[in-house]
């Protein structure tokens, strides 16, 4: 059985993080451990299937990347590049390409990391500033984009957990 760990937002501030940012930063710590411990040992062969008409694993592990990714673009006011529009179309394919779990997670990791140190230097003074978000510009703040990776991510995480469970174990019984 394994032990219960403290969860991130109960260890303390995270070093370097502005205070009004610590929440977003727990919470995507938290979701990069989560994703690591359920995604141990999962076969690359059950990564595109899809239980009961869910999303895949994959799709969920793709997609907890490229959003963070483009939500904190939008954060620092960029509009989105030709990579992240291909990336966000590449959601959810099947491992023609041999994608395995490994790389996934590794790039979710590497992907909070960035998320991390662009946290670190947000200036609190912005976090009400507007931000446009996608073609139509649509209307959110730093906070508010910032916020919403944190809530986004952390749904992502939950969704994977059942979805990784019940490929890897069959139909949840009771």
């Known amino acids: 059985m394994a032990t219960q760990k403290t969860e991130v937002w109960q260890r303390g501030p995270v070093p370097g993080i502005p205070p009004l940012l610590q929440p977003v930063a727990h919470a995507l710590l938290q979701a990069r451990e989560e994703v690591a411990e359920i995604m141990i040992d999962f076969p690359s062969t059950l990564l595109w299937e899809r239980p009961a008409g869910m999303a895949s694993a994959g799709f969920h592990l793709q997609h ?88 986004h991510t952390m749904r992502h995480v939950g969704q994977l957990l059942v979805t990784a469970a019940v490929a890897k174990n069959g139909p949840i019984q009771n």
Do not use: C, M, W
């Open 64 to 151: 907890l990347s490229g959003v963070l990714d483009r939500v904190f673009a939008y954060a620092r006011n960029e509009q989105l590049s030709q990579l992240q529009f291909d990336q966000l179309a590449a959601e959810g394919k099947n491992a023609e390409h041999g994608i395995v779990t490994n790389e996934l997670v590794i790039r979710f990791d590497k992907q909070v990391a960035k998320a991390i140190e662009q946290l670190k230097i947000t200036n609190e003074h912005t976090l009400t500033d507007y931000r446009g978000v996608g073609r139509a510009g649509l209307p959110s703040t730093v906070i508010g984009l910032l916020f919403h990776a944190a809530e």
